[in-house]
């Protein structure tokens, strides 16, 4: 079955980084579109990140823009996130996503930027 796995989260100083990975298994990875997403307590889930099935093409919020950049490796059918310049809004439960007919989430990893 199609299974999505975050890790990577973790408690971090403002300013920092951390690199979310999220591992699938059960479709074929290379030809979906992969999403990452974020809920705050209280807020709505929103997009963060996209990246097109070969890593060509990306789309970023305009709240990360410039510090977040995805990526993925079709190899290890795994994408990434890397965080940079972190800062207290950040914080969320971050979901890997993937896109299509049918979608699927990961369970989430939770970061939190706080000092």
């Known amino acids: 079955q199609v299974q999505l796995v975050e890790s990577g989260g973790g408690l971090v100083q403002p300013g920092g980084s951390l690199r979310l990975s999220c591992v699938a298994s059960?479709?074929?990875?290379?030809?979906?579109?992969m999403s990452w997403y974020r809920q705050a307590p209280g807020k709505e889930r929103e997009l963060v990140a996209r990246?097109?099935?070969?890593?060509?093409?990306?789309d970023y919020a305009d709240s990360v823009k410039g510090r977040f950049t995805i990526s993925r490796d079709n190899a290890k059918n795994t994408v990434y996130l890397q965080m940079n310049s972190l800062k207290p809004e950040d914080t969320a439960v971050y979901y890997c996503?993937?896109?299509?007919?049918?979608?699927?989430w990961g369970q989430g990893t939770q970061v939190t930027v706080s000092s």
């Open positions: 996503r993937r896109g299509g007919p049918v979608v699927y």
């Open positions: 059960g479709f074929t990875f290379s030809r979906s579109y």
């Open positions: 990246i097109s099935t070969s890593g060509g093409s990306t």
